[in-house]
């Protein structure tokens, strides 16, 4: 009797072990998100706990740029490389990325471009033996607590280049992060029916260097995020008044990258965004 009691009482503890342990809300990892300053361009470091994604790899002057970041945080490995598109203000450091560092996998859309950048590119990735794979559907990763989910353009053909753009979200436990590409219209349109577009997000990547499109309307309804970031020149040639102006209805703090780096911290719980 002695002994069924102890195995009860065990179990009991076990028990209540568990459900402590299931009842946490799951904090997240330590993110950082880093926006370089490489003028009209874009190019997001993603630090996952030790992991590192890439978003696009700015023009291809900014090699050193990007580099010499990496490597001041000890990085010598990329787990992902991901291209939005092909315009060379996205790709144009990726075949010198490629070829500096290891890195796991790049993700990028399924169509061609006729440019130096996209033949360097590939060029890159053939010579080094890097994975490539070229996105037709949604794709999803986790690295160290942190979950990415890729969503690919919907059509084989676009009119407008620009619509080829891969949108990643990041999900740091309740932290959600919306990176845009240079989405237009139509592909924002794509993104609104899928699950992901549902919910908050406490940071957009504004697409296109600001450019406006009507239906950002409907996203930030949703979205309704604390803060914004744009990847801008001095000059914020595409930074329209509408753009501005939506930014302001939502109470967004808005960043631009013309006026340095900007960095935003995830724990799980909340974001801090810090600009020198």
Known sequence: MRKKSRFLAFVLCLVFFL????????SGALLRMTFLDTGKSDCIVIEAGESIV???TADADDAETISTFLEEQGKTRIAYLILSHFDKDHIGSA???????????VLMPDYKEDSEAYFALIQALE???TE?????????????GVDFYVDAPRESVYENDNNYSLITCVTNGQNRFLLTGDAKKLRIEEFLDTREAKGRYDLIKMPHHGNYTKNL?????TARPRYAVLTADPERLRVEEETVALLDAYGCEAYYTDEGTVTAVSDGETVRVSQP
């Open 127 to 129: 010579e080094t033996g």
């Open 217 to 221: 309307e409907t996203l930030f309804a």
């Open 54 to 56: 890439v978003n696009d």
């Open 95 to 105: 075949a010198d990325l490629i070829l500096r560092f290891e890195v796991g996998c």
């Open 132 to 144: 490539s794979r070229r996105l037709r559907d949604a794709y999803a990763f986790s690295l160290e």
């Open 19 to 26: 459900a402590g342990c299931g009842g946490e809300k799951d």
